[in-house]
Structures are given as C-alpha cells and as structure tokens.
C-alpha cells in the first residue's frame, strides 16, 4: 500500500533543518520526498503539523515502566503516615509488592506491624533500593538488616518475590507500549531480561506482545542470561523487524540518591561508593563478552567510574565494527574525555536527571566533580549521545527531556545549572532519532527521512525547533510505526 502524507513540515534530519512538505511511503519503507506524481491507496494529511523520523528511547526499562502503570504504585506519596495508610489499605493477606518508594524513614518495624507472615517489598523510585518486612529479611538470611537494603541485596530482594504470570508479563509490556506511543516513541533500547522470567520467557513475551502492537524493541541481555542467550542458539542483533539483541548490561557503579555511584570526591558518610563487583570478577565478566564477540553497556555513573570503564574498554577493546555503550556518564573528570574519544563507544545521557536530581544531588557531593551532565563538553570531543529516559525512573515524555537539554533548569528550585553545557534544540532532537539509532547497527535505515527508511514516524503540534519558545506548548498528535498509526491526539 502507498501513503501519500501531505500539508506537514517533515524534517529529514539528513542536513540541519532541511524539511519537505510531503513524502510516500510504501510497505513501512518511504520511496520518496518531496512532489511525486504517484497514485497513493491512502492518504494522511499533517494538517500542518510538525513531523520528525520516529523517536526512540535510548535507555528505559519497557517491562519495568509496565510494572509501574500495572501495580499499585506510591509514587506520588512521600509522607510516613500516609504511606502507613496505603499500605494497610493494599495488604490483602498475600505477597504486596509495591512500586515507586521516596526513602522517608520506613523500617521492617513498621512493615511488620502490616504482615509477620506474607513478604512486603517497596522497591525505591531509582531501582536500586528496596524496604522489606523481616519475612522478606528471613529468606535472605539479612535478620540484622533494617529492611532498608541497598544494590545487590535490594536485587536479591526483588528475585525473592514472586515472579508474574507470562500473562500478566506480556500486560506490563502492553500497557508499557501503549504508554510510549503516547509520548511519540516508536522504538526503545530496554533492559529486562533478567528481572522478570528469565531471558526465554521475557524475550517471547516481548515478541508475542510487538508482533500486534507495532514498537522497535532493542533488547539489552543481562551478563547473567548470557548462557542463556548461548544456550538459544538465536543470533545476537535481528530476531525480527521489530525485535533486536543488544549489547551486555552490566553495572559497574550505584547511583547518585543512595550514595553509591563510585565518585573520586567522598560522600558526607565519608565513602566515595561502590563498585558493583570487585575488580577480579569484573575482568573475567569483560573477558567471557569479549570472548563471545558481543558488546558491553556499563551502568556508569561516578566520575571514577568512567574513567576506570574507559581503561577496562581500552584493555580489552569490543570486536571491530561494533561499538560499547556507556549508560548514564553523568559525571566527569576532563582527563578521562581523551580516553573515551579514543574508543568506539557510545553514551546514553538521561537529561531528566539534572531536572529531578539537581540541586539536591550536589548536596550529597561537597566537593564536586569537575563535569556534571556534560553533555555539550562531550559532543565538542566527537562522542555519540544517545538520549533515554532510565523510566520508570522518569517519565519517559522526550519532550521534558528536551527541555532538560536546551534548558538545564531544576524542576525542585528553577535555576539553571551548567550553562555552558546547554545543547542545541537539534542537538537535542538528535538524541531520540539520528543518534538513538545507532546501537541498532541500523543508521542506514532508520533515524531519517530518506528514501528506503522505516515508516516510523512521530507528528507534533508545534514546530519547536523553528520556535524554541513553543516547546512547552507541544504535544504529540499522531505516532506512527511501520506505516501505522499506533496513537491519535483525540
């Protein structure tokens, strides 16, 4: 089928600003730009709205952002006694897994006086925190513990509760889906396959789910399902049109909020953080990937971290023609951006995170690092950005994110940090089409409009990037992947 789409401002992304008014597209692949005397099956008038090559979220977590729209979620609340309160108005005499916890003082004392025979688990809105009741303590064999359980225990935690039917595994995925279309996201680079039913159960509940709700999926395999993903036999990158492999997740660091992100400055508690595994362990993690051909992305978030991540890259350097990935880089010291340029990597920037962690996040770093969300300092040294959300962290709305970019303003106080590392709003633009698509190893395909690329694509109201002073009015009106129409601003 042939679709004419007319009466838009469709920016191709091949050269600046370059835009044309109408294109066709044929079977999910457009066939030209511009004027063509070609009969179309079908037509989708833009109405004069603002068109860009479908946006991708570079970094989230689909089935994890689905968990929180499907389970009770307490996001919003960050008052103790009012939690007390939704937690005794949740509990119904079974496990109570609960999303979106803001730490604010919660013990197992206080969920024990909920349930001594049923777990209890509120995991913490950055994902890797977790409070649990002593039943949850018991299994684990941490009855010392407060309940309050950080990283690898919070993980463990989590492996602890009761795993989700592949039924409603495939309604988190669904409702995370629906959600994303929502937003204009036609495609994201996720990581899952661990934390629900194993890398076989979640990879085909994912296959199952985009094979009727059209969403380019990336799949990032967790280090610990990479015998798993051996044991398949299923070829690392393509599954489908719609389903890819992507590089090995692994996590080197913590984060910022529970004082665990490796930082060459201490914490006022005097630590400077953790690593995730010790250095032995995460040698021979880095040698087995690099023995199997497969690329790496690296949860890095301290500014020690990067630097010590650029030097495990640099000793044992992926295989030619592919490149690593390095998942936050949210802070740096200017020594380490030579070492970084001299590698093939690839960054994957959260801007949200300067608008929902600043300046609380400077307050836990009384000597700060040199670089802080140094976005622009990292494209005037050539490096690849790709833009992501880390949802359910955040919301994953692009367009806060852009704003976050262009901006740099804190949502807590309103002031603007870092000036200097302002991008551009294509700049930024970039971040979710061009650039987000570059760890697909498909840039030829996808990320413009050109003739032979995918028919993804995301409308908006308002064209932004001619009038920067209308972002704030934008909203999606149409997205659309593979030639379909996934969402329609009713």
């Given amino acids: 089928m042939i679709t004419h789409y007319k009466n838009g401002r469709c920016y191709t992304l091949v050269n600046g600003e370059a835009f044309v008014e109408e294109f066709f597209t044929k079977d999910g692949k457009i066939i030209a730009l511009g004027s063509q005397p070609i009969l179309p099956d079908r037509i989708i008038d833009l109405q004069g709205y603002t068109l860009f090559p479908g946006w991708v979220d570079a970094h989230l977590h689909i089935a994890g952002y689905g968990e929180r729209l499907t389970l009770p979620n307490l996001n919003k609340l960050t008052?103790?006694?009012?939690?007390?309160?939704?937690?005794?108005?949740?509990?119904?005499?079974?496990?109570?897994?609960?999303?979106?916890?803001?730490?604010?003082?919660?013990?197992?004392?206080?969920?024990?006086?909920?349930?001594?025979?049923?777990?209890?688990?509120?995991?913490?809105?950055?994902?890797?925190?977790?409070?649990?009741?002593?039943?949850?303590?018991?299994?684990?064999?941490?009855?010392?513990?407060?309940?309050?359980?950080?990283?690898?225990?919070?993980?463990?935690?989590?492996?602890?509760?009761?795993?989700?039917?592949?039924?409603?595994?495939?309604?988190?995925?669904?409702?995370?889906?629906?959600?994303?279309?929502?937003?204009?996201?036609?495609?994201?680079?996720?990581?899952?396959?661990?934390?629900?039913?194993?890398?076989?159960?979640?990879?085909?509940?994912?296959?199952?789910?985009?094979?009727?709700?059209?969403?380019?999926?990336?799949?990032?395999?967790?280090?610990?399902?990479?015998?798993?993903?051996?044991?398949?036999?299923?070829?690392?990158?393509?599954?489908?049109?719609?389903?890819?492999?992507?590089?090995?997740?692994?996590?080197?660091?913590?984060?910022?909020?529970?004082?665990?992100?490796?930082?060459?400055?201490?914490?006022?508690?005097?630590?400077?953080?953790?690593r995730i595994m010790n250095t032995d362990a995460f040698e021979q993690t880095l040698k087995k990937m690099r023995a199997l051909q497969l690329p790496v992305a690296l949860h890095t978030i301290g500014d020690l971290a990067l630097e010590e991540v650029g030097h495990w890259l640099k000793k044992y350097p992926v295989k030619k023609g592919l490149h690593d990935r390095i998942i936050h880089a949210s802070f740096a010291q200017r020594s380490t951006l030579s070492l970084l340029q001299s590698l093939p990597v690839i960054l994957d920037i959260q801007p949200q995170f300067l608008s929902s962690d600043l300046p609380w996040g400077l307050a836990l770093l009384p000597s700060p690092t040199e670089l802080i969300y140094p976005w622009k300092t990292y494209l005037h040294h050539d490096l690849i950005l790709c833009g992501g959300s880390d949802a359910p962290v955040e919301i994953p709305n692009p367009l806060k994110a852009?704003?976050?970019?262009?901006?740099?303003?804190?949502?807590?106080?309103?002031?603007?940090?870092?000036?200097?590392?302002?991008?551009?709003?294509?700049?930024?633009?970039?971040?979710?089409?061009?650039?987000?698509?570059?760890?697909?190893?498909?840039?030829?395909?996808?990320?413009?409009?050109?003739?032979?690329?995918?028919?993804?694509?995301?409308?908006?109201?308002?064209?932004?990037?001619q009038n920067p002073e209308k972002l704030d009015q934008a909203f999606v009106t149409m997205t659309i992947v593979d030639d379909q129409v996934v969402y329609s601003h009713k």
């Fill in 79 to 274: 008052n103790k006694a009012e939690l007390l309160e939704q937690l005794r108005a949740s509990f119904q005499q079974e496990p109570l897994y609960i999303q979106g916890y803001h730490e604010c003082g919660l013990t197992k004392a206080d969920l024990d006086a909920i349930s001594t025979s049923h777990p209890i688990l509120m995991r913490h809105a950055d994902y890797h925190s977790a409070t649990v009741n002593t039943v949850l303590l018991t299994a684990l064999g941490l009855t010392q513990s407060n309940g309050v359980l950080h990283e690898l225990d919070a993980q463990r935690a989590v492996f602890a509760m009761p795993r989700h039917s592949q039924k409603i595994l495939k309604t988190m995925i669904s409702n995370a889906i629906h959600s994303l279309h929502r937003f204009g996201i036609t495609g994201g680079h996720s990581d899952d396959l661990h934390y629900f039913n194993g890398f076989t159960e979640t990879l085909e509940a994912f296959e199952e789910v985009v094979n009727d709700l059209p969403f380019r999926a990336h799949l990032l395999i967790h280090y610990q399902e990479v015998d798993g993903f051996v044991k398949s036999k299923r070829p690392w990158l393509d599954q489908s049109p719609f389903v890819q492999l992507g590089a090995v997740k692994i996590f080197y660091d913590g984060t910022l909020s529970s004082q665990t992100a490796w930082m060459a400055n201490p914490y006022p508690n005097g630590s400077i953080g953790e």
């Fill in 402 to 465: 852009i704003q976050a970019a262009v901006r740099r303003v804190s949502d807590h106080d309103g002031k603007t940090y870092g000036d200097e590392e302002k991008l551009s709003m294509l700049e930024a633009i970039h971040l979710y089409t061009t650039q987000a698509n570059v760890p697909t190893y498909k840039t030829h395909e996808r990320g413009k409009l050109a003739s032979g690329y995918i028919a993804d694509f995301t409308v908006f109201n308002v064209d932004f990037l």
